[in-house]
């Protein structure tokens, strides 16, 4: 038995807290059973984006006729652009492995932690297998996978998910996705950009169902015109004959209140698609599974994510958890904000509860689509009374200039305090940042904005301008149409 002060469960955000420990002369384990730097640095985030930016490039040379500009692309080497950012993203999981093997307070362990009792670790199938250790204080920061919904047949097709996916060398002739979400949306982009024939089969009506519900309609609008897009579809079977993949799925109907019950549509009329690769985008679930937690005092909600109190602690005593695992936001910006607040609260005098609010998410899609605070239909949802005002990027200067296509909705309460703001269109990614900071550090209201000078003619004028007009009352009872 080895004991330590500080284990930390995945190379992920949970490094932010081990190296405070460290800094601090605590000594620390790091169990992780794959490449070092968790899912956004090896096959999430970090490709998926670097490999985005490829396809807006192509994209901007496709378009540069509007412009009246005659280009044509010679060459794609795909091959090339993915082994290249693969390689990159495989130095920098190497110089974490580096960092933890030269330094005299971290131990790094290869394998999968399985637990033993509360801060007891047992590695299993890796390098380590079979060493066990003890600690202090213990984080469980071992993410998320790609779900893998029951689909009759899955198990016996060859099918990709997110990972297998950004390691592709040539796009497939013709791809199916199965899911709506962002992960089918960034990844569609990118396939269909560089030729692939792309059908997309999600089981809500409109893609990105998290995003607020006009701007999913627009997006989805969108991505009709470019892509086959089949919402409002579950697939119930697959198989594969000859290198072909058969997806077959039938309609898919969400409750409307206490008429209809969610679920197949078992004598509806059924959608059969072909395709040469499956990409399954159908969310994620936790590693828990994987940790025997049942030798634990940890609570997992009926998910599999891990419980946790206002301040990231689990219900056993010196154990700590967050990232993907504990299913907030799944998103790396919330990881590393967690990470800051589960240093502090563990090092800390005082603990301080994890702020969620003002939690930005985006879609590096094309268009893009970014957002934060209250949708909408939340809003609705709740019965709030609040106001709504949406601008065009067309109907600014630069956004003119652009041929950019696309808007700002903004969401606020009677007072002017910003509950919410979404936008699809260019450099959504960006643009949301102003109003992030106007919630969080600003008073969180519209003047924040409206009285900032913005630079003319600047794209964020777009957003000065969704804060400046006249916004239409919605929710509280009323209802209000565009």
């Given at each position: 038995m080895?004991?330590?002060?500080?284990l930390?469960i995945?190379?992920?955000?949970?490094l932010?807290?081990?190296n405070v420990a460290?800094n601090?002369?605590?000594?620390?384990?790091?169990?992780?059973?794959?490449?070092?730097?968790?899912?956004c640095?090896n096959r999430?985030?970090?490709?998926?984006?670097?490999l985005?930016?490829?396809?807006?490039?192509?994209e901007?040379?496709?378009?540069?006729e509007?412009?009246?500009i005659d280009a044509?692309v010679?060459?794609v080497?795909f091959?090339e652009?993915?082994?290249a950012v693969?390689?990159?993203v495989?130095?920098?999981s190497?110089?974490i492995?580096?960092?933890?093997q030269?330094?005299d307070?971290?131990?790094?362990?290869?394998?999968e932690?399985?637990?033993v009792?509360d801060r007891?670790?047992e590695?299993g199938?890796?390098?380590?297998?079979?060493a066990?250790i003890?600690?202090?204080?213990?984080?469980?920061?071992?993410?998320t996978?790609p779900?893998i919904?029951?689909?009759?047949?899955?198990?016996?097709?060859?099918?990709l998910?997110s990972?297998e996916?950004?390691e592709?060398?040539e796009?497939?002739d013709?791809?199916?996705?199965?899911?709506g979400?962002y992960i089918?949306a960034?990844?569609?982009?990118f396939?269909g950009?560089?030729?692939?024939?792309?059908?997309?089969v999600?089981r809500?009506?409109q893609?990105?169902?998290?995003?607020?519900g006009?701007?999913?309609?627009?997006f989805?609008?969108?991505y009709r015109e470019?892509f086959d897009?089949q919402t409002?579809?579950a697939v119930t079977?697959?198989s594969?004959a000859?290198?072909?993949?058969?997806?077959e799925?039938?309609?898919?109907?969400?409750?409307d209140?206490?008429e209809v019950?969610p679920?197949?549509?078992?004598d509806?009329?059924?959608?059969t698609?072909?395709?040469?690769e499956l990409?399954?985008?159908?969310?994620r679930?936790?590693?828990?599974?994987?940790?025997n937690?049942?030798?634990?005092?940890?609570?997992?909600d009926e998910e599999?994510?891990?419980e946790t109190d206002e301040?990231l602690r689990?219900?056993?005593?010196?154990?700590w958890?967050?990232?993907d695992?504990?299913g907030?936001?799944l998103?790396?910006h919330?990881a590393n904000?967690e990470?800051q607040a589960v240093?502090?609260?563990?090092?800390?005098?005082e603990?301080?509860?994890v702020?969620y609010s003002?939690?930005?998410?985006?879609?590096f899609?094309?268009?893009?689509?970014a957002g934060?605070?209250?949708?909408?239909?939340?809003l609705?949802?709740?019965?709030?009374e609040y106001?709504?005002?949406?601008y065009?990027?067309?109907?600014?200067?630069r956004?003119d200039?652009m041929h950019?296509?696309?808007f700002?909705?903004v969401?606020?309460d009677?007072?002017?305090?910003?509950l919410?703001?979404?936008?699809v269109g260019?450099d959504?990614?960006?643009?949301?940042?102003e109003?992030?900071t106007?919630?969080t550090?600003g008073?969180?209201?519209v003047r924040d904005?409206?009285?900032?000078?913005?630079v003319h003619?600047a794209?964020p004028?777009v957003?000065q301008?969704?804060?400046s007009?006249?916004?239409s009352?919605?929710?509280?009872?009323h209802h209000?149409?565009?």
């Amino acid at each position: 038995m080895e004991e330590f002060d500080f284990l930390v469960i995945g190379s992920g955000s949970g490094l932010d807290v081990a190296n405070v420990a460290a800094n601090r002369g605590q000594s620390v384990a790091v169990v992780e059973k794959g490449p070092l730097g968790g899912t956004c640095l090896n096959r999430g985030c970090i490709p998926s984006k670097q490999l985005l930016y490829h396809a807006d490039v192509y994209e901007t040379i496709e378009s540069a006729e509007e412009f009246h500009i005659d280009a044509t692309v010679e060459t794609v080497d795909f091959a090339e652009m993915v082994r290249a950012v693969n390689e990159d993203v495989a130095e920098s999981s190497e110089s974490i492995r580096n960092g933890l093997q030269s330094s005299d307070q971290h131990r790094l362990f290869e394998g999968e932690a399985r637990f033993v009792d509360d801060r007891t670790v047992e590695i299993g199938e890796g390098a380590d297998a079979g060493a066990r250790i003890r600690a202090e204080t213990v984080l469980i920061a071992a993410g998320t996978r790609p779900g893998i919904p029951a689909i009759d047949g899955i198990a016996d097709v060859e099918y990709l998910t997110s990972t297998e996916a950004l390691e592709l060398e040539e796009p497939p002739d013709r791809l199916v996705i199965v899911g709506g979400g962002y992960i089918a949306a960034e990844l569609g982009q990118f396939f269909g950009t560089f030729g692939s024939d792309v059908t997309i089969v999600g089981r809500r009506p409109q893609l990105l169902p998290a995003a607020d519900g006009e701007v999913a309609e627009a997006f989805t609008d969108q991505y009709r015109e470019r892509f086959d897009v089949q919402t409002g579809y579950a697939v119930t079977e697959v198989s594969e004959a000859d290198g072909e993949l058969t997806v077959e799925a039938l309609p898919y109907e969400y409750g409307d209140g206490d008429e209809v019950d969610p679920g197949v549509v078992e004598d509806g009329e059924p959608l059969t698609v072909a395709g040469d690769e499956l990409l399954v985008a159908a969310g994620r679930v936790p590693n828990t599974d994987t940790l025997n937690l049942e030798n634990t005092a940890v609570e997992t909600d009926e998910e599999g994510f891990v419980e946790t109190d206002e301040y990231l602690r689990t219900d056993a005593e010196g154990v700590w958890a967050l990232g993907d695992i504990v299913g907030e936001y799944l998103l790396k910006h919330s990881a590393n904000h967690e990470a800051q607040a589960v240093a502090r609260n563990v090092f800390g005098d005082e603990p301080e509860p994890v702020d969620y609010s003002a939690m930005p998410f985006a879609v590096f899609a094309s268009p893009e689509v970014a957002g934060v605070g209250a949708t909408e239909g939340e809003l609705r949802a709740e019965g709030r009374e609040y106001a709504t005002n949406t601008y065009r990027y067309d109907e600014t200067a630069r956004g003119d200039a652009m041929h950019a296509e696309g808007f700002v909705k903004v969401l606020i309460d009677l007072e002017g305090e910003i509950l919410g703001c979404h936008i699809v269109g260019p450099d959504a990614s960006t643009l949301i940042q102003e109003v992030v900071t106007a919630m969080t550090a600003g008073s969180g209201t519209v003047r924040d904005i409206r009285e900032s000078i913005h630079v003319h003619p600047a794209l964020p004028e777009v957003v000065q301008r969704a804060f400046s007009g006249q916004f239409s009352r919605g929710g509280g009872g009323h209802h209000h149409h565009h």
